[in-house]
């Protein structure tokens, strides 16, 4: 109960003090659940892209992470083919600490920064390891194919 | 129902410190929940309160033991009037700190949200919800710098029963003690010992009201079909319709009270009530029935409070007329002198009109007719003849009065004079002492002299003894002169005299003149 005041008090922060190309709107019919959208990073291969995701709040959310999935089609080396996230603060290095507002924007740094030392899809990895340059013209020809409005 | 344990409610300020403190103390890590904890109010709670203390002295407190139980608010739950700083922020449930608690990296945390957190780690090795630095919970959480304490006490909250009505705004640190002690919207259970919900404080002693709800609203078998017209309705508001509004109820016609016996459907009755002239005269006979009834009640202490005076004239009568007085015995002014000469002006009056037995005032009986009374009895009272006799009486006691002033007048002008007499007599008698003395001392010295002179054997002049005899009549006027002067002849050396008869002559033909 104390907890879920939490929430209320996250959502509202984040509607009044938005972060810039990051959203995050509540369904009415359940305050846990998230459309989100993240806008791709600049200097990077997602630049110009709006990536939807869902997120889902736990019922023992803080002190579990919540749960985070793009729905956008989006080639990355850290996310599968059905939205899922390889990130360590959405697993074993949460924190109750943490809020929606900054697993957002570490997902929008993981966009800017990929890892594929630590990889989630493994072809996307083997593709980035092999030939970088290739590997980003095809996640750009995705952003323009999947995540443009 | 968002939490699958229940957060332990904050407990009393002080004791929480307390526990607090006391699980600081303790270095193991106390995972376990404990169950929500129910302050019972009368039972002997964790600190003493005012309130608690008295309960636990009543007889009753058995009783109320067992049905009295409050559940201490909630303080992640309370609405902050005052702008709290951000470093007052609990990082985990975003709100101000409630028992705040501090690790070693200097990270502060409610000490609930930190158990919280640690729960769900589920390895030995805690770290900071912050910072993620390893925990040594042999030593950690620490306790914070009171003046984090005392900020989060001054921060200003309003009751959390505001939204029933309590309008209560005040410091933190106070909200315990006003929920469960003093606000009146604090739910406690239904004072009912089958109901299980619970009442807010104020309206505990109105009973349960649950019932009369769960009839108006909740109860599947709360309607009814009413047995005269059948419309559907609350089995509660049957007797009311029935009784007033239902058309299809048989009453009796309004002029019941004249006499009419005509009794039909209430549907029925405003058609019979225009014809019949008896259900139209009832409402005039009623008010008329009401007047009569306030008249006499307003009657009823009327006639109680003229009993009441004629009774304290009757016996004020008798005071000043008792029964068997006869003209003799008439106290006029018998009490004061029979013989004085002021009882000449009673006479003046006639006695048969002075007394007024008592027969003459008849008590009145509380049911008596107004129109008997005796002020307006025609005959004449006999008060007139009363007031003369006042009149009467009290001019022989003021007679009385100036012929008693008269007599200590006289008694003055005696007493004065009888003590100016006796004080001449004494005065008398004190110069005749005085004279008595004079001449024995007149011999005494005579005497004393002669025998010096013997003892010399010189001679005197008489020149010397007649000036002593001088000297000594001078000193019968004036006692201490004289014997100032015979001191002093006698202190002149010679003084005795040869003339021993003539001295006793003169001295005895004083005495003789004097006694």
């Known amino acids: 109960m104390a907890l879920s005041k939490r929430i209320i008090k996250e959502t509202q922060r984040l509607a009044e003090d938005a972060v810039p190309g990051i959203s995050a709107v509540p369904h009415d019919d359940n305050l846990r659940y998230f459309d989100v959208t993240i806008d791709g990073p600049s200097q990077s291969p997602y630049e110009g892209g709006v990536f939807k995701a869902e997120l889902f709040l736990p019922d023992d959310y803080p002190m579990t992470p919540p749960k985070i999935r793009f729905l956008t089609r989006i080639y990355h080396p850290n996310i599968d083919r059905l939205g899922r996230i390889c990130l360590d603060v959405l697993k074993s290095n949460w924190s109750p600490a943490l809020q929606i507002r900054t697993i957002l924007l570490s997902i929008q740094a993981l966009l800017g920064a990929p890892n594929p030392d630590d990889p989630l899809a493994n072809d996307v990895a083997q593709a980035w390891k092999q030939d970088e340059q290739a590997a980003i013209a095809t996640a750009r020809e995705w952003t323009e194919k999947h995540a443009k409005p | 129902m968002s939490s699958p344990e229940p957060i332990p409610p904050p407990n009393d300020r002080r004791s ?3 526990s607090s403190n006391a699980s600081l103390a303790v270095p193991t890590l106390d995972n376990t929940r404990e169950p929500v904890e129910l302050l019972v109010v009368g039972g002997p709670p964790s600190t003493p309160s005012p309130l608690a203390l008295r309960a636990s002295n009543s007889p009753s407190s058995n009783r109320r033991k067992s049905r009295i139980a409050k559940l201490p608010p909630d303080v992640h739950l309370l609405e902050y009037l005052s702008a709290c700083d951000s470093n007052l922020i609990c990082l985990i449930c975003h709100s101000p700190f409630d028992k705040p608690v501090q690790l070693a990296c200097e990270h502060f945390f409610c000490r609930e949200c930190l158990d919280h957190a640690w729960d769900a780690q589920h390895d030995a ?64 259970d239904c004072p009912d010992f089958d109901c299980h919900l619970y009442i807010t404080q104020k309206d505990f002693h109105k009973g349960c009201l649950h019932y009369t709800e769960h009839q108006r609203t909740t109860c599947p078998n709360r309607s009814t079909a009413c047995p005269h017209c059948s419309v559907e309705l609350l089995r509660l508001e049957l007797n009311a319709h029935v009784k007033d509004i239902c058309p299809k109820v048989i009453v009796p016609c309004p002029g019941t009270l004249v006499g009419c016996t005509v009794a039909v459907e209430r549907a029925d009755l405003a058609g019979h009530a225009k014809g019949c002239s008896m259900a139209i005269m009832a409402p005039y006979f009623r008010d008329q029935q009401a007047r009569i009834e306030r008249s006499e009640a307003r009657l009823e202490p009327l006639s109680r409070k003229v009993g009441i005076l004629e009774d304290g004239l009757s016996k004020i009568t008798n005071m000043l007329y008792p029964p068997n007085a006869n003209d003799s015995s008439f106290p006029v002014t018998n009490p004061l002198d029979p013989n004085s000469d002021a009882f000449t002006t009673a006479p003046l009056v006639p006695t048969p009109d002075f007394r007024l037995p008592p027969a003459s005032f008849p008590p009145v009986p509380p049911s008596h007719d107004t129109s008997q009374t005796p002020l307006t009895n025609p005959t004449p009272p006999p008060f007139d003849s009363q007031i003369h006799h006042l009149l009467t009486l009290h001019g022989s006691l003021r007679d009385e009065v100036s012929r008693i002033a008269n007599a200590l007048t006289d008694y003055e002008g005696r007493t004065n004079m009888m003590i100016i007499n006796e004080n001449q007599r004494v005065k008398d008698e004190m110069l005749h002492t005085n004279a008595a003395i004079n001449g024995m001392r007149m011999q005494l010295h005579w005497l004393v002299s002669a025998t010096l002179q013997q003892r010399t054997g010189s001679t005197n002049s008489t020149g010397n003894s007649t ?24 202190s002149a050396g010679a003084s005795a005299t040869l003339h021993l008869p003539l001295r006793r002559l003169s001295d005895s033909t004083r005495q003789n003149t004097k006694l």
């Open chain 2, 125 to 188: 090795q805690k770290t900071c919800p912050t910072c993620r630095g390893r925990v040594d919970t042999t030593r950690e959480p620490l306790p914070v710098p009171k003046i984090i304490a005392t900020m989060l006490d001054e921060l200003v909250v309003k009751c959390p029963n505001t939204k029933s009505g309590c309008d209560w705004i005040e410091q933190r640190v106070n909200v315990h003690d006003h929920v469960l002690l003093y606000c009146e919207y604090t739910l406690v």
């Open chain 2, 467 to 490: 000036s002593r005899a001088g000297g000594s009549t001078d000193s019968n006027a004036s006692g201490t002169q004289g014997t100032n002067s015979n001191l002093g002849s006698r």
């Open chain 2, 16 to 18: 929480s410190r307390a």
